[in-house]
């Protein structure tokens, strides 16, 4: 049972890091993208947006496929089809074949995203510790490589192809291979239909098993505010260091990749500070960090203090998304795929509502001020940190346990 667990935490850890490469390869290069199809100003954000919608499509999808197909194997076949969409975007010549490529890509991500996810929870709960960080800290990783290898291709002037045939060529072998020891969490049988005996999860759970709204919308919230921050650096952090802090255009580019390393950094160590201080402590500290870091922007006299104040928010930031993963399984333990699905599609509704409210508020304000909305909305986590606690198991204590459903069978039929 013990190397089945460790072979399926491996191998799920590969999916996390093929998808953060894969991911920071496509966004890093848009650029790129759009002067390779000729695409305009004013029809870029139609694209940009449609990745997003269509991977909360694909996410809504998921939570229904669940039910008769294993996360294991949706992300078995859903991650060949990223990595194979990443490359028809850098190969096509044609506007339609970008189009498709890209919505090939967001229904595939959502998926992906959702399936990854439902393994790590069920994982973490049949290890009985917290192990959720350390897979989303392989995600960063990935995409610091990613990002990495997209600068090599742009500072050598590779075409788009050159640039991702080689990632593909190498990373799609190997998470087929990896795929065979994936493992479910689950007996196949009495997937999200198990009795729940906890008096604090049976108030959330409905006589099927399934996942009750209501219960789920503060971590509904917490994920989208979340977001909103990570997208506000991601897509504003460069701007606002040059044209708000004066800062030259080569130390613009700096923050987001030491915000990258400290997400790496914050999530590598964050399962630590679960395990000894509990979820509610860490995401409270979490909360406190990023809204700190974002007042430090919003104030910051200069270049240097803005790289101080992002290198904040990805201390702060980094640990919530994890952790509401995981709060969503230990909420909804009879219906944690369900849960887990639902929660995911507000990934890209931060997403999307992120980066233009910020610019919104900017042109309309300043962009100092636009930075005071994330802060406040990362503050209202720490209203919701609560809703981080473990939930009573039927054991009558307050920790995760690891089931037998959980443990008996991966995806390869152990």
Known sequence: MTEVLRRGRASL??????????FALLVTRIPAIQDRYGVSDALLPVFLAAVPILAGVGSVATERLVKRIPPSRLLRWSQPVVLLALLGVGAGDRMVVLGSALALFGLAVGVLDASMNMLGVSLQRAYGRSIMLSFHAVYSLGGILGASLAWAGAHWHLALWVSYLPVVLVLLPAVVVGSRWYVDGRDGEGAGREAVGAAGAAGAVEGGGGVVFKALLPLCLVMTFAYIGDSTVSNWSAKYLQDVLGSSEQLATVPYNVYMVTTLLGRALGDLG??????????????LVAAAGFAVVAVAPGAWAGMGGFTLVGLGLCVLVPQTFAAAGRLFPGASDAAVARLNVFNYVGFLVGS???????DAWSYRGAMAVPMVLVLVTFVYARSFAPQPDRYGGGHERPRTADVGRGSNGV
């Open 274 to 287: 679960v395990r000894r201080f509990g979820a509610v402590a860490v995401v409270r500290v979490g909360a």
């Open 13 to 22: 850890a590969l999916s996390f890091f093929a998808q953060g490469v894969a």
């Open 356 to 362: 233009p409210l910020v610019g919104a508020l900017g």
